[in-house]
């Protein structure tokens, strides 16, 4: 979608540019009675909006070369926080996965009428090792899933799914009437189509608030989840207790400089 319109105002600003050039001389062959300075006016406006696209993509190429230096420098931590688990918890480091989201506003439409300003998160670092399971295609805000519960009470936030997957899970999955139904933990936010795709990923899940230094103030989320067959053999929790969730915020407190970058 980014690519399309950027394509698109690109072919604008050509237009723009080459119309200068038919206008001038549609007038020096007194074709239309327009003043010269017409001419003047249309190329000043076409230079001045070209200057700032130039400067606009000059900035941007700045802070990626920003972006990508924070990413490797996150890559350290973050991939020593997922060992710990592991480790602390004697499950394959294949099982684990771990991300990073930074909020961030967008323009977006107020009762499908008013353009008003909201928040998001933005994933800007995730690692497994495996490919599977593919990133979640949901819009994560406030509220849904554990990631939306950790950033709309700025606390941690663990959440046990293997309960519910057992009830609506594959080969459960709950029909519209049935989803309506179901109890605000269980949906957990979640769309149908949203939480049919999730609910079969991950036994848990546990997000950490990433906050700003001196001010407190809420950065971004980090979570960290498990792969629900990891608990195939096993019944106990991963990422519950006060260990896991030090290691996690440990994770959080020192990639907290790293998250405005994005």
Known sequence: ???????????????????????Q?????????????????VAAVVAGVTF??????????????????SRSRMHTPLIGALNA?????DVPLESLG?????????????????????QRLKRVFRFRLSDYPPES?????????????????GVAALHDRRPTAKRYGKGHHPTEQEFSTMSAADRS??????????IDKYGEILAVPIVKRNTGALLGVL?????????????TSVLGGAAIEEIAGGAAFTVRDDVPRF
Not at 52 to 69: C, G, P, T
Not at 137 to 153: E, H, L, P, S
Request: net charge positive; aromatic share 12%.
């Open 189 to 198: 936010g979640f769309t149908r189509t949203q939480f049919i795709q999730t």
């Open 98 to 118: 771990i991300s990073v989201f930074a909020i961030r506003k967008y323009l977006g439409m107020k009762w499908y009428l008013i353009p008003w300003l909201k």
């Open 85 to 89: 688990v592991a480790t602390a918890r």
């Open 1 to 23: 979608m980014r690519v399309a319109i950027a394509t698109t105002y690109r072919i604008l600003l050509a237009l723009a540019a080459g119309s200068v050039v038919v206008l």
């Open 25 to 41: 001389a549609l007038i020096l062959n007194k074709l239309v009675h327009w003043s010269p300075w017409t001419v003047v006016t």
């Open 52 to 69: 700032l696209d130039n400067l606009r993509l000059l900035f941007y190429k700045f802070q990626a070369h920003q972006r990508e230096a």
């Open 137 to 153: 295609n949901v819009r994560w805000t406030k509220g849904k899933g554990t990631i939306g519960d950790c950033w709309q009470t």
């Open 223 to 235: 979570s960290i989840d498990c792969l629900a067959s990891a608990y195939a053999e096993r019944k």
